[in-house]
Structure formats: structure tokens, C-alpha cells
């Protein structure tokens, strides 16, 4: 909300407008009458399993990709984690809050933020790396990150938001020929369940089960695994696949509209992949302050290890949304 209480046009999260969408509100609703008995997660992880192709004992659910992050943190036995920024904040958080010291590599603005394998040390044995990332929207190419596994060392990819890309190339989830690789997916982005709490993860069977050991019991709820099940279902994985080629279409737009006022010192992060984009500004501060007088909440991005103040993230709306924006952003440039 603005001061005077007028609403926000939120462009500083990242979920799926419009979620969810009424036939996932009806399963959700659906489970309510379930609720007096402890849940059972072995349909959801039957169900999760066969959507990557997978045995069910390479699944673990979780409540939400944050619980996942604190579960590798505490669980695994790690001597040198290593995180590649800028991305989420959460995985280096988690790992800082179980006592682990944590050695960043930072991609660089001038390489488009791309990975350069050759720069995490060798000696890591635990590499945590967002693909697309989280707020540079840059994907990776899956071999790229794949070069990045070795005996010895777990590698974690956060694939939150995977299935924002059409087809989800470069995706690794469903992948068993790379050693020590552990894939987190969320449903909040795609579906609007933030408040609900789900994701899983995808890994061998025996960092599963050293995960599980850390969980408390029956840590997924009964409408989250109801939700779980229905996400992964051929007809929401068409659905999920259609909004991933809007995004694409409304992001173009949006690309296209920085991309005009880059004489004005308007530098956007290309190509961006996410259902975000990440932008450079002078002034950056002063222009969210006067985005937000004119109705438009972006996110600052000096939060993210590895970008200044002069950084903002913005998420990718309908096309009539951005255009609004477009038109704001140019109006708060000085």
C-alpha cells in the first residue's frame, strides 16, 4: 500500500499473477475434510516422483524450497559451502545460521553473469547456484553447471523458477548421471502458494534420506500435499507451460520498453530467462521512491550479495501492467 492507502501494483515478487487459479483453490478446498488425520506425503511424493521420472526414494517434500535450504545447512556435513551470487539470499543465510563459513563467488556484470565454472574452488565441497537466477534472470546452460559437480561435493540447484521457461531447457531436475546433484523446485512462483508452503527436493536416494532425518515429523500439511499432487498432473503442467510462453511474450515487451530508455542510463540484464529482469539506474533509490508515488512497488536490489544500490528488480506482468510501468519508470527518471 502507498501512504495515502491507495493500492500498489506489486512488481517486487516474483509469483504468478492471478494465482492460483480456481481448480487449484478447489483441490486445496477439497482436502479440508481430511484434516483431522495426520498427513500422508506418499501419494504427493508418488506423484512428484513420476512427473521427473524418478524412484519415489529420490524425492523429499518439503515446506517450501526455504525449508530445503535450512535442511542442507544442518543436515549435510560440509567443510567448505561455497555460493554463487548475486541470487537468493536464503541458501548462504541458512548455511551462516548453522555455524557454517560461507565463500561467495561473485558473477560479474561484465560477463552478463554468466557462470564461469573455473571460478568456485575446487576444493568446495558443497556449491549452491540458482538457475534461472534469482534476480539476474540469467539461465544457465545445464552442462555449464554440470561441469560443476565432481566426488565429493553436493550441488545444489535451485530450479524455483524452472518452470517459468518455456520447455525448462537447461533444466537438471529428473537428472541421475550427475554426481552429488541435488535439485530444489518450488510451487509457490508459479502457482501462488507462498502462504501454503511446498516444494521438494530431487537428489539420490542416500541425501534424501540423510535430509528426511533432519525433518520434523510430518512437516508438509495435508492441503499443501493436496496441492503438491495436482501441480504435477498433465493438465497443470500444459497450464504451467502456456504461462511460461505469456511470460515470455509480456517479458519481451517489457525488455523492449528498458531497452528504449537506455539513453536515459537505463541498463537492462540480457537475455533475461525469469519471470523477472533485472535492472541498472542511476539513481535508483530516488526512482523506486518516485515509482511508488505513482503507484509501482519494485524490488531494490543492493540485497543482493554483489550489486549496488543502483540495481532493481522488476517481475514480469501482463502486458497492459507493463506498459503502465514503462510509462511510470520514464516519468521517474531524472
Known amino acids: 500500500m502507498r501512504d495515502d492507502g491507495a493500492a500498489l501494483v506489486d512488481l517486487a515478487v516474483n509469483v504468478r499473477a492471478d494465482t492460483p487459479p480456481p481448480w487449484l483453490r478447489e483441490e486445496i478446498a477439497g482436502s479440508l475434510s481430511s484434516l483431522a488425520?495426520?498427513?500422508?506425503?506418499?501419494?504427493?511424493?508418488?506423484?512428484?516422483?513420476?512427473?521427473?521420472?524418478?524412484?519415489?526414494?529420490?524425492v523429499l517434500l518439503t515446506a517450501g524450497a526455504a525449508e530445503a535450504f535450512v535442511l542442507l545447512a544442518r543436515a549435510l556435513k560440509v567443510r567448505r559451502?561455497?555460493?554463487?551470487?548475486?541470487?537468493?539470499?536464503?541458501?548462504?543465510?541458512?548455511?551462516r545460521d548453522a555455524g557454517h563459513t560461507v565463500d561467495r563467488v561473485l558473477l560479474r556484470e561484465e560477463d552478463g553473469f554468466r557462470l564461469d565454472p573455473a571460478a568456485v574452488p575446487q576444493d568446495a565441497d558443497l556449491v549452491v547456484i540458482g538457475n534461472p537466477t534469482n534476480p539476474t534472470s540469467v539461465l544457465h546452460p545445464a552442462g555449464a553447471i554440470a561441469r560443476l559437480a565432481r566426488p565429493g561435493r553436493v550441488l545444489v540447484v535451485d530450479e524455483a523458477f524452472m518452470d517459468a521457461v518455456p520447455g525448462e531447457r537447461e533444466a537438471l531436475a529428473g537428472r541421475t548421471?550427475?554426481?552429488?546433484?541435488?535439485?530444489?523446485?518450488?510451487?509457490?512462483?508459479?502457482?501462488?502458494?507462498?502462504?501454503?508452503?511446498?516444494g521438494y527436493v530431487l537428489a539420490a536416494s542416500e541425501i534424501v534420506a540423510e535430509l528426511e532425518r533432519a525433518q520434523p515429523l510430518w512437516p508438509v500439511s495435508t492441503p499443501a500435499l493436496a496441492a503438491a499432487g495436482a501441480c504435477v498432473t498433465p493438465r497443470a503442467?500444459?497450464?504451467?507451460?502456456?504461462?511460461?510462453?505469456?511470460i515470455a511474450a509480456d517479458r519481451a515487451h517489457l525488455v523492449a520498453g528498458l531497452s528504449d530508455l537506455a539513453s536515459r542510463g537505463?541498463?537492462?540484464?540480457e537475455p533475461a530467462q525469469g519471470p523477472f529482469v533485472l535492472v541498472r539506474m542511476a539513481g535508483a533509490a530516488g526512482?523506486?521512491?518516485?515509482?511508488?508515488?505513482?503507484?509501482?512497488?519494485?524490488?531494490?536490489g543492493?540485497?543482493?550479495?554483489?550489486?549496488?544500490?543502483?540495481?532493481?528488480?522488476?517481475?514480469?506482468?501482463?502486458?497492459?501492467?507493463?506498459?503502465?510501468?514503462?510509462?511510470?519508470?520514464?516519468?521517474?527518471l531524472r
Open 266 to 269: 537505463v541498463r537492462v540484464v
Open 302 to 332: 543492493d540485497t543482493f550479495p554483489g550489486l549496488g544500490e543502483e540495481w532493481v528488480r522488476v517481475a514480469v506482468r501482463d502486458r497492459v501492467t507493463m506498459s503502465g510501468f514503462l510509462a511510470a519508470l520514464s516519468a521517474s
Open 287 to 300: 526512482v523506486r521512491r518516485r515509482l511508488r508515488d505513482l503507484g509501482y512497488a519494485v524490488r531494490r
Open 37 to 58: 488425520a495426520y498427513p500422508d506425503g506418499r501419494a504427493a511424493r508418488a506423484a512428484v516422483a513420476a512427473r521427473h521420472g524418478l524412484p519415489v526414494e529420490r
Open 177 to 198: 548421471d550427475v554426481p552429488g546433484l541435488v535439485v530444489l523446485r518450488s510451487l509457490t512462483k508459479t502457482w501462488g502458494l507462498a502462504g501454503l508452503r511446498i
Open 237 to 246: 503442467l500444459a497450464e504451467a507451460g502456456h504461462a511460461a510462453h505469456r
Open 81 to 95: 559451502p561455497v555460493v554463487v551470487h548475486p541470487q537468493f539470499t536464503e541458501p548462504e543465510a541458512a548455511l
